[in-house]
């Protein structure tokens, strides 16, 4: 199975890029990728309503084309808005430091 | 009343299975994303994406099993986008008052509006919900 570069369906033959057609967008491989990039395909295919092509398959309960899409191609990724400050807690001079106040066991 | 410790959204949390630790991977403060201009996205997209929320709380002994919190990921008009089921708050540990819940989102909105995460909590059986905690998270939505 391999994926669809124009629309991410993921559910494609191997052999698909050998003129097969994706069943999600339709493209047909080896004609309307010749002309067009894939991403122009994408947006070309979502500006006219993202439709499932193959009528004869039904999409998997989970499709959704622009979900799909956005989450394929444009990977939404987390960002910082700051840099963390350190800072450190001093000890209050009235603790008792164990360390050099244990005495030393009688051998 | 619980008493919220600590509400974080991350990346990832990683759990020590045996000893019940912790540790928290990339704190959430801002989502990027990237999109062609003339990709129009309709209002309320989400799209996959793997992350959590750590609340970390403590209940009185004599409150164990009472409360329930529920995560709400809020858009900027108010919309709820995702909810977590409501969880019950009890110690997992025997003698124990520390409770932790690790709330698993697996979409983030589509959107150029900042947006929450919202924390609620309510006696097991009450009407409303009451707030515990937002946590606002910034977007950078650009076009090229």
Redesign the interface.
């Known amino acids: 199975m391999t994926m669809c570069p124009v629309c991410g369906y993921r559910c494609l033959p191997d052999d698909v890029f050998d003129h097969g057609i994706c069943p999600s967008c339709g493209t047909e491989f080896g004609y309307d990728d010749v002309t067009l990039t894939h991403e122009a395909l994408r947006l070309e295919w979502l500006a006219k309503g993202g439709e499932w092509f193959d009528k004869s398959i039904t999409p998997p309960s989970s499709w959704d084309p622009v979900a799909d899409v956005v989450a394929t191609f444009y990977k939404p990724r987390l960002a910082s808005i700051s840099r963390p400050v350190r800072t450190e807690f001093r000890v209050d001079k009235m603790m008792t430091d164990v360390e050099t106040k244990v005495l030393p066991v009688a051998s | 009343m619980p008493r919220l410790l600590l509400f974080a959204p991350c990346?990832k949390i990683d759990l020590d299975e045996t000893t019940g630790l912790v540790s928290l991977i990339?704190l959430?403060?801002?989502?990027?994303?990237?999109?062609?201009a003339?990709?129009?996205?309709?209002p309320h997209?989400?799209?996959?994406?793997h992350?959590q929320s750590l609340a970390v709380w403590q209940v009185d002994r004599s409150e164990f099993g009472q409360y329930e919190q529920m995560a709400n990921l809020v858009l900027e008009d108010g919309t709820v986008a995702a909810n977590s089921e409501p969880k019950k708050l009890e110690p997992t540990l025997p003698g124990t008052t520390g409770v932790k819940i690790i709330a698993t989102l697996s979409?983030?909105p589509?959107t150029d509006k900042p947006f929450l995460l919202r924390l609620s909590y309510r006696k097991i059986g009450a009407p409303e919900w009451m707030p515990a905690a937002e946590y606002p998270v910034?977007v950078?939505l650009v076009r090229q």
């Open positions: 990346e990339h959430v403060e801002k989502l990027e994303v990237t999109l062609p003339a990709l129009q996205i309709p997209s989400v799209a996959p994406m992350w979409v983030v589509i910034e950078l």
